[in-house]
DNA sequence: CTCCACTATTCACTGAGGGAATAGTGGACG
DNA sequence: CGTCCACTATTCCCTCAGTGAATAGTGGAG
């Protein structure tokens, strides 16, 4: 994933710690998937093992012994590198959604499948209203503003599949049972 | 992932082999994320494992040994209970586009994401036209032209998302650099 | 008769991800 | 003044996800 080079990213600010280390990647992605502390430790010593990252020290600051970590020149090359990446755009489509559908279909019940779409349909346009709403928050510094117009682009586009899938399941009811 | 669920609903079509099951998935999911034949064999592994599959038979037909598997009981409705369960529509985002933008963000380049994000707009704009035309192919099936919409729809949210994100990260540069 | 393609499965290994355990410090509160 | 809780900080363990290589049998092309 993606993980080992947001912190990568994180760490380009300066030394770190793990547990700032998660602090940080919270703030910084506050809706993004979930980061565990065992993870982030468990990601650093690859990182380390890659000669990415390098100890910067022990220290022990009112608390608990710590170990800071900072970039190598080649975690700045590799951090620099994945930054001026283009993303292959949809190489392959990974969705619940999609999977959920398209199995519902396999399984030959098509009235199914559109009650499933329907009641997906209800959900989605509930949860974009709030996403709507809480994007006003006057609170939002530019990373939640950001975050909050992709899920939103995203949610939409859910929304319109969901319409035109309904639609086309629909025309394949009445074809198959005139 | 939602791969477990995805072998169970091929299975509900009668029995099957990994083999089988593995060029079902491909043929169903065509787009999807792919599927490795070693893959196949270790969640077919665990669905035994909790009761959802049992072994129906060995059998040889011009060939290896193999293992045919059907649903017990259990697993069809397993697989009944999670086609009907909406889906949480986005708890979080997990996106590599959005892990880099903010990323690049974060340090502190604000030209830098400018120019990756110009960049990877004109490489969506091209897959997402290459999508269109394909789309039009006249031997897909209802699965393909399913995925090839939800293909399309979130290519076109990315690249209206690039597009807002461009625009704010510009005023945001004009704000700190008058 | 050998080599290749296809069917079918297993194995070994790394990474992702989550939960519990450990351990030290400081403050609240009776 | 003790003890209980919250917070900082890390480690350990376990399972699932995902990949590539290895193995093994059959049928057909040449």
Chains 1, 2 share one sequence.
Do not use: C
């Not at 220290?59 to 283009?86: F, H, I, M, N, S």
């Not at 779409?117 to 530019?142: F, V």
């Not at 899920?151 to 309904?166: E, K, M, S």
């Amino acid at each position: 994933m993606s993980a080992s080079f947001v912190l990568l990213g994180l760490l380009s600010s300066g030394p770190k710690h793990g547990y700032e280390l998660k602090r940080a990647y919270d703030r910084s992605l506050p809706n993004a998937k979930p980061l565990a502390f065992g993870q982030v430790y468990s990601t650093i010593g690859r990182l380390e093992r890659d000669g990415l990252v390098e100890r910067a020290g022990q220290d022990r600051d009112g608390g608990p012994d710590r170990v800071t970590y900072e970039l190598t020149e080649l975690g700045r090359q590799t951090l620099d590198e994945w930054l001026g990446t283009v993303e292959p755009p949809a190489p392959y489509v990974s969705s619940v959604l999609l999977a959920k559908v398209v199995v519902a279909l396999l399984t030959a019940e098509p009235e199914r499948a559109g009650s499933y779409l329907a009641d997906q349909r209800a959900a989605h346009t509930t949860r974009l209203r709030e996403l709507t709403r809480s994007k006003h928050d006057p609170t939002a510094n530019i990373g939640d503003v950001i975050t909050a117009d992709f899920t939103i682009a995203h949610l939409d586009a859910d929304l319109r599949w969901l319409r035109t899938t309904l639609d086309r399941v629909a025309e394949l009811h009445q074809e198959t049972q005139p």
